[in-house]
């Protein structure tokens, strides 16, 4: 099979996971016990109210009507409107999604600048301080519970040295570097003085897991008979160990890497909470306390479809990265 | 760290903050392949974020400005001033748009944009509207602006909005400009003795033409109002931020700028508080004043607010339909010890369904006393001796209403002849099982709390106690009858008397544990002069630099 034929293939299987998304979540709006007027009136709003406000809301037409009503706007990027702000979804979700993105790349930065040293570090001196000192991190990354690691940074880092901010994204990365190009290096600044906590909380555990990964893959790597070969050709042991077994143990980093991302899109609500950084997590949490469906609905979808198109470069990239795929 | 080194960080942050507001109108463009905006000159007072100044050298504050941060736990829901029911949104909008009435610190009615006001009839009051104010955008504000404002928010054929707050200025039919006079007259269908109040804590004043000539979404997103503040960046669920707007009518605000930002972790709230990144935190939970208290640079201040917080017993329903049982659980609960113990004292104890301070407290009512043996006994007497019970309560509704709950809860069970669980509910379904208008729906034994910003008894006693009320689970003659004469009755003391008489009548029967006053507990910084308000809004104009 053709790498385009299986990238067709892909992302046609992927649009069917995103309809099922879509077609799951528009449901469980239907299924959850609760209704949004209930939450939307007021405790002494009148019958009448609150069937003008079902009305507006389009909720007292047939189900099959909303959904095709629903689907047929997403073909144009409508998702609706919110209940509680009566603004529209799709500029409130994507108004968000740079801010999840960019701590989402952030954290992965700090997980490769950080994991892919510690684990070459931990496997080629193996059994020596400094492998224990890199195992004892990465079990304590991955044990520590994101929540707890964040408010730790912040009572001691902000509260305690005021070092950085507690909390807040001051400006978005792209004015950032607009402002850099422009001479003003302060936005840039700003920019990193928010970012780094919550970065490095969400990071934490994505780090640990990668540093183990790097290290369990670069001792298999060392082990094998082409290694022993090219130290028996008398090849310099860094360029043995960087050129040669790193670049091979990258194949799989790069997959968890990839797979990951995805996960820290969706995944990022508990960070962005401690730190009110105001993507999409913290918007998820939001609307699902004011039970605001639609909203719940594009953030879900966007989460939803960002997952699936992270999976699909990273299958692209996996390809690209090891001649040896097959394409199936 | 020293106060001039704080001074200086918070100034560099704040400069770095601005610095990203300015440039995220652009990067947002960027993101979405859209062009950045030019900004363009307003007609009206409110920029969007999109025409912020993206030179911020001249944005960088001055050591002589004084600018105040706010965070609450949420930010608006639009700007529209009539399209919301949300304390969050209303202090949002309040810093911008006010009424023809107002309230003073103490709950009392105070003049505004009326300079005066007078019944003229039953159902018709007059309210003189005053000269020389003008919108944001610099037109003057006219007595048709005041009856448009009205009339939008009743009749939903005006201003292009069914407005959430139609029922907020109950009565309330429309308002029409006086011919010849600077005035409006405001039209009930009955004497509505309560109208004054609900002015005075409802319906902002909105310019005519301004609004005509909007849609939804540019309302939503900007603002023209005639308050101390005029808009000057919003960013959708980030930040509000305002400027003193000097040609208000009043004296000018001392503050020069405001910033609104949210927070939903009350821990990250006041990690901004104690760090100076923020003047003025809600909802400061109990197991975080210390933290604040021992700091400083900060304090608590701690109001009683206009939120009642009690267990309706439904009448009509064994074992709550038998006034000793009712009344047995009231002398069953040791509510100061909750209110020591699972409210850190931030409440205070109620008797009646009416708040202290309110039109129709009465003052001579005691709260129920803690009294096992009592309490067995009525329950022997009512003869639902062995009887279970369920309290249901919302979940993070109101502050500590699960731990309310289980204290309740668990002193029921402690009577050796009831037993009592506790029932979490999220707060959605409760709501719909309570607000459909039928007891029927309800369930028998239930927590729940109940706002009520105008001071008058009426606005809880009809909703939540009379027949029809759409909140009641408890229906009596007596107490109805008192209801309806205290609203048909135009003289205030006349009116005064039978709402207290009601008051009486229901810490008699007892359709309630009568439970706790809620306060707003908020965390404040030490650099501003400020005081908390009995009802939940905060008025920027309030506060100054502290001395």
New interface residues.
Partial sequence: MSRARFLLKRGLQGIFVVWGVVTVVFLLRFIT????V??????????E??Q??AA?LGLDRPLYVQYFDYVGGLFVGDMGY?Y?????VSN?V?????ATIELAAAATVVAIVLSIPLGVISATRRGEPADYAATVFSLGGISTPNFWLG?ML??VL??QF?LF????????????L??LAAG?P??L???L??ITLPAITLGTYFTALVTRLTRSGMLDELGKTYVRAARAKGLPETLVRYKHALRNTLIPVITVLGLQFGTLIGGAVITE????W?GLG??V??SI?A?DWPLIQGCLIVIGTSFVLVNIVVDALYAYVNPQVVYD | MTDSQEQSSVTRRKYLTLAGGAAATAGLAGCTGEEAPTPEPTEGGGDTETETDMDTETETPTDEEFGVTITQGNLDSGLDPHDHRETTTDIIVMQMYEGALDRNREGGVVEALATDYERIEDGRVRLFIREGVTFHNGDELTPADVAFSYNRIVNEDVGGLASPQSDQLAGVESAEVVDGERAVDVLSGSVNPTVFGLLATYGDIVQQSWIEERETAEINSSANGTGPFQLDTYTADESVTYTKYEDYWDEPAAVDTITMNAATESSTRVNQLVSGETDITVNVPPQEVSRVRNEESTRIEAVPSTRVIYNAMRYDVEPFDSLEFRRAMNYAIDLESIIENVLSGFADATSQPTLQGFVGYNSDLDIYPYDVEQAESLVEESGYAGAEIELHTPVGRYLRDVEIAQAVAGYIDELSNVSCSVRQRDFPTLAGELTTGSIEDKPPFYLIGWGNATFDASQTLIPLLTTNGALSSWSNDEFDSLMDQSQDESDPDARDQLMQDANALANDQAPWIFLNRQYSVYGASNRIDWQARRDESIKAYEIEPAN
């Fill in positions: 016990p609760g209704d949004p209930a939450l939307i009136a007021p405790l002494d709003a009148s019958p109210l609150r003008q406000i507006n919110s509680v702000a009566g603004t529209s409130r994507f108004a968000r999604l740079p408010i912040v009572l902000s509260v005021g901010p507690t909390s807040r994204r001051a400006i978005g990365f792209v004015p950032a607009e402002l003003n302060l936005g600044l700003a920019w003085e928010y909470a401690v730190f009110a105001p913290t918007l949490i939001n306390n039970r």
